[in-house]
């Protein structure tokens, strides 16, 4: 089983102050999650030696010195936002894989259009992935796993897939539902969050800093098919990444 763990990035009803939204997250076998999570408690225990319960890990709130994070330097947020890119990027295939879609606002309808369109991307190279696993003879079954705070979209949205299929064709290597936690609850959740991140800083303000760190866990990018795993969704020319 694959655990397909995703957040979002950006609001998708905001395109007054921004020009791309994502879905992004990490999707990992079902035995690899305790010895990615004891790692994300190891970057822990070397800046809160003191603190023993787990502390929740957000990319923004380490950038401006949010929260737990907010007696540290600039120059030690920054490594402790590189310590946790460099776990997803260090990470090996099949372990762990990095899948994400990105919507730019010459794209945007509306908010509903946007989430939809990008979720459904995101789940439907999530299932090639699962397909490709099959193909190669380690068949294997995905789950989803959302950030709680946009439940009952997500929920419309899969039982709509289920019912009607998405553009591609059925998600049939997909199963059950989609579950969702808040997260803080979950480690993996918190890599998710770094992920799209990574990305929106990339559309947003040009900045590939942390997204050149985990290109290379990106399904597809191994053998040169990095739209496999990676979808920008633009209706104006674009020399992206993935578009060029």
Request: with cysteine.
């Amino acid at each position: 089983m694959y655990l397909l763990y995703l957040d979002e990035s950006g609001d998708p009803n905001s395109w007054q102050s921004q020009k791309c939204y994502v879905i992004g997250g990490v999707a990992i076998h079902e035995g690899q999650i305790h010895g990615i999570g004891a790692q994300i408690d190891s970057i822990q225990g070397k800046y809160f030696p003191g603190i023993q319960i787990p502390i929740a890990f957000h990319a923004t709130d380490v950038r401006h010195g949010k929260g737990h994070f907010s007696n540290f330097p600039p120059g030690v947020r920054n490594q402790i936002l590189q310590d946790v890119y460099a776990l997803i990027g260090n990470a090996t295939f099949p372990n762990l894989i990095v899948f994400a879609t990105a919507i730019d606002i010459t794209a945007v309808r509306n908010a509903t259009q946007a989430r939809r369109d990008i979720f459904e991307d995101v789940c439907e190279k999530f299932n090639g992935f699962l397909v490709h696993q099959y193909q190669s003879g380690h068949p294997a079954k995905g789950l989803l796993l959302i950030d709680e705070n946009r439940e009952t979209e997500y929920r419309e949205l899969v039982n709509d897939f289920k019912r009607q299929g998405t553009t591609h064709g059925y998600l049939g290597n997909v199963v059950d539902i989609p579950y969702f936690a808040r997260c803080h609850q979950t480690r993996m959740l918190q890599l998710a969050d770094f992920v799209a991140n990574a990305i929106f800083e990339y559309y947003e303000r040009n900045d590939n800093t942390n997204l050149n760190i985990i290109l290379p866990r990106f399904y597809g990018n191994a053998w040169g098919k990095l739209s496999a795993g990676f979808g920008h969704i633009v209706t104006r020319k674009c020399t992206c990444i993935v578009c060029s």
